[in-house]
């Protein structure tokens, strides 16, 4: 008979392993993995083992939710990270060197911009910025140390559209990695790979997983950039928590149903914004007054729930608390994408020429509530700044 100590580590072993099909992956918990062999085992010591060799190579929900994206977005490989930020990180640190030079749209989330001024600059690489609003021109800043070219379209804040398919054409003759942020179209409304991008970058904490629980980032490249990206991430042993890359899995099925009602729904509250007595322009590419809105037209299948606003004159040098503090619907703070309402406001540094310099933007995620509630919301915090 084996000693109770044995049997603590052992019992209910062979049980657990019973495979069972469920609709979603199961998950797993699991630093080490079992060889089935010692063959197998000396294979993973020579890199030559295709199955999972540890836990950081990836489990079950995680290597799911991965594949998922490959077959969205038409890509070649997909990797997910801890958060948006984490991906965008990794993004940069694979693609360059000390000596090297990137350029980088001015409009891109505030922490991308941190992380070249403030961590890549320390490791020798320059980081430029480009007009939010680029295109072909892109061609004048290339060098010869130029690696990467970083894209965000449109901007998180003041939603400016690259010319994506002039830049990539720019960037493939002169041997650039073109790289873009997609998260506010997600690959729904705008497929990076169909218009000649190398990387496309989501923060899956916004509309993949979609209930402002999540923090998760994903990347995908083509075929061309693959080797690269994956052979840094398994250099610092990538990998995200499955139990989030399970609950990115869910948001998927219902992504398409979601986006739609964003869209939808924040559409109907641009146009009423725009005929707003206090409202000066209401920045919003699926609208017609919008400076880029052609190109946007041009490229993209459809628009999210997130755009932004801003007073005219004589509501800009006031205090702006008594609107965005006494707000019912429309919550104050970060990130977006989420079923619930959200706003923020602020002045932003950004290099176009769309009249919105030195102006407050108030941004606006709109969520899943009835719209005439969030239309009263937003009438009622206007009205107290008179």
């Given at each position: 008979m084996k000693d109770i100590s044995t049997k603590l580590v052992n019992a209910g072993k062979a049980e657990a392993l019973q495979v069972i099909d469920t609709i979603n992956p199961p998950l797993h918990r699991a630093s080490t993995?079992?060889?089935d062999s010692y063959a197998d085992m000396l294979k993973a010591n020579k890199g030559e083992f295709e199955g999972v060799e540890y836990g950081t190579c990836g489990m079950a929900a995680q290597k799911a939710f991965e594949a998922a994206m490959v077959e969205l977005e038409g890509a070649h490989g997909c990797k997910t990270f801890q958060s948006g930020i984490a991906a965008i990180a990794m993004v940069l640190m694979a693609y360059t060197k000390q000596g090297d030079h990137i350029l980088i749209c001015d409009n891109v989330y505030g922490p991308t911009r941190h992380f070249c001024d403030g961590f890549l600059s320390k490791y020798g690489v320059e980081a430029e910025y480009l007009p939010s609003d680029a295109g072909a021109g892109v061609a004048d800043y290339i060098r010869d140390n130029?690696?990467?070219?970083?894209m965000e379209s449109p901007g998180s804040n003041t939603l400016e559209i690259q010319d994506v398919s002039a830049i990539t054409k720019i960037c493939r003759e002169k041997g650039v990695v073109s790289v873009i942020d997609n998260t506010w179209a997600t690959p729904l409304y705008f497929n990076p790979f169909e218009y000649g991008v190398d990387v496309s970058i989501q923060s899956c904490t916004k509309y993949i997983t979609g209930h402002s629980d999540i923090l998760l980032g994903s990347v995908s490249t083509n075929?061309?950039?693959?080797?690269v990206f994956e052979k840094c991430c398994g250099l610092f042993e990538v990998f995200a928590a499955q139990e989030d890359c399970y609950q990115a899995l869910r948001g998927l099925r219902t992504l398409k149903?979601?986006?739609?009602a964003h869209?939808?729904?924040?559409?109907?509250i641009a146009k009423w914004l725009e005929n707003h007595e206090m409202v000066e322009s209401v920045i919003h590419p699926a609208l017609e007054s919008h400076p880029q809105h052609d190109l946007w037209k041009k490229s993209f299948?459809?628009?999210?729930g997130l755009f932004a606003f801003t007073l005219k004159d004589e509501f800009e040098d006031i205090d702006h608390s008594p609107f965005?503090?006494?707000l019912e619907l429309f919550c104050l703070g970060y990130s977006w994408g989420?079923?619930?309402?959200l706003i923020t406001g602020g002045k932003f540094r950004r290099t176009n020429h769309f009249g919105y310099e030195g102006k407050t933007i108030f941004r606006l995620n709109i969520g899943l509530e009835d719209v005439e509630d969030l239309k009263t919301d937003l009438a009622q915090g206007l009205e107290r700044l008179r």
């Open positions: 993995v079992l060889f130029t690696a990467l070219l970083f075929e061309q950039s693959w080797a149903v979601r986006l739609k869209e939808q729904a924040a559409l109907e299948k459809g628009s999210s965005v503090d006494n989420g079923y619930k309402s």
